[in-house]
C-alpha cells in the first residue's frame, strides 16, 4: 500500500500527541496528521472526502480517537464518522484513559475497530501503539481510499 496515506490522531492533549507521534515514529515512516477537537477533525475528514473547498487532505489509513475531546466528543465523533458513506471503510481505534465498560461497549456497538485504554506507564504505553501499529499498519490489508466522484 503507498504511504500516501497518514495516521490521523484526534487527541486534545498536546502531551499525548507528542508521546504517541514519537513512539509511533519509531515502528513506522507514515505521517501522522493531529486534529485537537471535534471541529477540526469535521474539517480535516471533509477536506478528505472533497466535501470542502479548502484543498484536499491526505486519506487516513486508520483514526486514532480519544474520547474525551473538547466539544462533540468521541462518542458522537465515532457514530458520525461510521455513518458517513465515504468514512465509514477507515479503521477507527479508540485510545482513551476511560476504562468504563461502557464506552467500551458504546464504542464498539458504533463501528470501533479497536479500543486501548492508555496506559499511565511509558513502556506499557509504548508496547501498546507498537501492537496497535504492527496490526494495523502491517499485519492487515487495509481498503484504498473511497473514490471521489466529482
Known amino acids: 500500500m503507498p504511504h500516501s496515506t497518514v495516521i490521523l490522531l484526534i487527541e486534545d492533549s498536546e502531551e499525548d500527541f507528542q508521546t504517541v507521534r514519537r513512539l509511533l515514529s519509531k515502528v513506522t515512516d507514515r505521517a501522522i496528521e493531529h486534529c485537537t477537537d471535534a471541529p477540526s477533525a469535521i474539517s480535516y475528514l471533509h477536506q478528505v472526502t472533497g466535501e470542502s473547498e479548502a484543498p484536499k487532505r491526505a486519506w487516513p489509513c486508520v483514526i486514532l480517537l480519544d474520547l ?62 507498537e501492537m496497535m501499529a504492527s496490526y494495523w499498519l502491517r499485519a492487515v490489508a487495509l481498503p484504498a481510499p473511497a473514490r471521489m466522484t466529482l
Open 68 to 129: 474525551n475531546i473538547p466539544g462533540e466528543d468521541g462518542r458522537s465523533l465515532l457514530k458520525r464518522f461510521k455513518q458517513h458513506e465515504k468514512l465509514r471503510r477507515i479503521p477507527i481505534v479508540v485510545l482513551t484513559t476511560s476504562a468504563n465498560p461502557k464506552d467500551v461497549e458504546y464504542c464498539y456497538e458504533h463501528g470501533a475497530a479497536g479500543y486501548i485504554v492508555k496506559p499511565v506507564d511509558l513502556k506499557r504505553f509504548r508496547e501498546a501503539l
